[in-house]
């Protein structure tokens, strides 16, 4: 349950905690889908230092920080790198193997930098939004949005359970690690992973089976009318706040299509 730690860390009171969930959700959307399609590497680092800057406000522990965010950034530059040596035809300069030349080309390089800068800014952007809103607000203003509900409620129970899934497998493991199952061979080792794997796999598809099989009948189905669950209108502040912030987004469209 890494996320629920997290969130027991960054301070409460920060600007974007206080910000309304609707207003939050909206900007952040709008700049991850906004910074897979700037095509200027300069524009997407402005989008991402904003979202350096949303880490700060909230004050988060940076090694944990660090540690979460390693695994999205080294894809980001496993990308750079493949793009380096796949893409172009302008040789830059090249490595040598013996007679074998690995050869670097410009447009990979800058082809490269800009999708790296790309999954950087979106994933950045994307966990300061899981870091300060509630998944119940991100997904009510969805539903808002007129996103379709069937997969507003799937995203829910995703998100409801992963937990549940996440505590299985770690407590198989501990019960494993208790019978020593730590001293077998690595062969043994790989295949009591693969297996613990599988059970939580079953276990969660019985689990959603039953829970889908409650839900019908209770009377849920994909016209269901629920309650709203924001009752009060987005504060004065907020909604000026955001609209200073989609005509930012605004701007940096505008300045992609004309620079």
Request: aromatic share 14%.
């Amino acid at each position: 349950m890494e996320l629920a730690s997290f969130r027991k860390m960054y301070d409460k009171n920060s600007f974007l905690h206080c910000l309304d969930g609707r207003v939050k959700t909206v900007l952040f959307l709008s700049g991850i889908i906004i910074a897979t399609f700037l095509s200027h590497w300069y524009l997407v680092t402005f989008l991402w230092v904003l979202s350096l800057f949303g880490y700060y406000t909230l004050h988060l522990p940076l090694k944990r920080l660090v540690k979460r965010l390693l695994i999205p950034f080294g894809i980001a530059w496993i990308v750079f790198i493949s793009m380096l040596f796949t893409n172009g035809s302008h040789v830059l300069t090249y490595i040598s193997f013996g007679s074998y030349h690995l050869y670097i080309y410009k447009e990979g390089l800058d082809l490269g930098i800009l999708l790296m800068l790309r999954i950087m800014a979106a994933v950045s952007l994307a966990c300061v939004l899981s870091f300060c809103t509630p998944m119940i607000e991100i997904l009510e203003t969805l539903r808002i949005f007129k996103m379709p509900s069937i997969i507003v409620d799937l995203a829910d129970m995703m998100y409801r359970y992963i937990f549940i899934i996440e505590e299985t497998g770690k407590s198989m493991r501990h019960a494993q690690l208790s019978r020593m199952g730590y001293k077998s061979s690595w062969f043994h080792q790989i295949k009591d992973t693969a297996e613990i794997a599988v059970y939580v796999i079953i276990q969660s598809l019985d689990r959603s089976i039953r829970v889908y099989n409650a839900m019908l009948s209770r009377g849920y189905n994909e016209d269901s009318i629920e309650a709203k669950f924001f009752t009060y209108p987005v504060p004065s502040k907020d909604f000026g706040l955001g609209v200073v912030g989609v005509i930012l987004l605004i701007v940096l469209i505008i300045a992609n299509v004309l620079i």
